[in-house]
Each structure stands twice: as structure tokens, then as C-alpha cells.
């Protein structure tokens, strides 16, 4: 905000009165800060771990994630399908290595121009929002429904005890997280199912 005051685009307002009159200024000054103030959304961990349920139409997956946006990799498992993703971003680059790993091998897949960063990501541009978490859940809810249906607009909605993400919402996929963990230690990063089919894996990515 700047010291003129904008309180809307519309709206500006410039105070100036001498110093003996700034006392009953304050007031004024504090009602407009609250008119303005807007409740900001949650700041989660770029790294986390957690078990995870997805729901879409019918179907109900179950699953482990180990997000690691600092360390620049991810790990996702579904229980169901007996899939795990691998993905690595290429130190410096913007190239994210991808290892799909099922009972019948590992394909790898390059992607360019890709940066893996927060899975929460779009967050930033969620408002509050009173109509209560999808799914049921209890906690905050943040929604992205200013634009909907606006191709490149985000439309995700995530629900949040304090600072600890219970749901998400995008499209039509439910996602619950359970044991939610912040950061991802050496440890919490699982090395298997790939380190015994790297060669497989790397030789997909030539």
C-alpha cells in the first residue's frame, strides 16, 4: 500500500494535516488497514513426505509421495496399478528426467523445459473460501475460481489445518493426505524399486 493511501484502484485518497493532528488520524488510519487486510494463504513445505488416497468418479487409489522440491526430485507410488514415478531435475537445467517403473520395466522420459518445484504451487493465487473442504474434510479452504474454465488459469482448490495440507482438489481428483511430514531427508527418499534397474532405466533416456 502506499502512504497516500489505496485503498481501492479506484479510490485514492492523500492525508496531509499537520503534526499536532496525526493523533486523530490514528483511527482512521488503523479501520483502513483492516478494510484492506486480506486473510493470506498457508506457506507449506516445498519438501514433504505422505501417504496419499485419490479419488476420481468411481476409483480410489492409494498411494505414498516424497516431494522434494529443494533437492530438486520426486517420488510417487500407486498402490493399486503397482506403479512408481521417479522424477530428477538435471542440476541447472530445466530438464526433469521421468522413470515410470511397473512390473513390466522402466520407461524414462525427457522433458524439456521443466523445473520441478512446490507441489502446493498454486496456492499463491487461492482466496478463502466459506463453501468448506471437498470431500468433507475439516480444516481452511483455499480456492482457485476466479477464472473458471480459463485455460491457464489455475482451478485447484487445497484445504489446510494450520499450516498442514489435508485435501486437494484439481478437476475431477481428490487427493487426502495422511502422516504429512515436512521435508525430505537422505532417508525419507526411497532408493527401490530403482536402484536395482538403473541400467534399465538410464539406457530408456538415449
Not at 486437494?168 to 537422505?186: E, R, Y
Request: charged share 10%.
Amino acid at each position: 500500500m502506499q502512504a497516500t493511501g489505496d485503498f481501492f484502484p479506484s479510490f485514492k485518497i492523500t492525508v496531509v494535516v499537520a503534526h499536532s493532528s496525526m493523533r486523530s488520524l490514528l483511527p482512521l488510519l488503523a479501520f483502513a488497514s483492516c478494510v484492506v487486510a486480506q486473510d493470506a494463504p498457508p506457506t507449506p513445505p516445498l519438501s514433504f513426505t505422505a501417504n496419499i488416497t485419490q479419488v476420481q468418479g468411481g476409483q480410489i487409489l492409494h498411494g505414498f509421495i516424497a516431494w522434494d522440491a529443494v533437492g530438486k526430485r520426486t517420488f510417487e507410488y500407486v498402490k493399486e496399478f503397482e506403479a512408481t514415478t521417479y522424477q530428477f531435475q538435471k542440476l541447472g537445467t530445466a530438464e526433469v528426467y521421468s522413470y515410470y517403473i511397473t512390473t513390466s520395466g522402466c520407461t524414462c522420459t525427457v522433458m524439456k523445459s521443466a523445473i520441478i518445484e512446490s507441489y502446493f504451487r498454486e496456492l499463491a493465487s487461492a482466496a478463502k473460501n466459506s463453501t468448506g473442504c471437498p470431500g468433507g474434510g475439516s480444516g481452511t479452504y483455499w480456492a482457485n475460481n476466479a477464472f473458471p474454465g480459463l485455460y491457464g488459469a489455475a482451478q485447484s482448490g487445497f484445504c489446510f489445518d494450520g499450516s498442514t495440507p489435508v485435501s486437494m482438489i484439481n478437476g475431477q481428483v481428490l487427493t487426502t493426505f495422511s502422516n504429512f511430514k515436512n521435508s525430505v531427508l537422505a532417508t525419507d527418499f526411497p532408493v527401490e524399486p530403482i536402484q536395482g534397474m538403473i541400467q534399465a532405466c538410464s539406457s530408456g533416456c538415449i
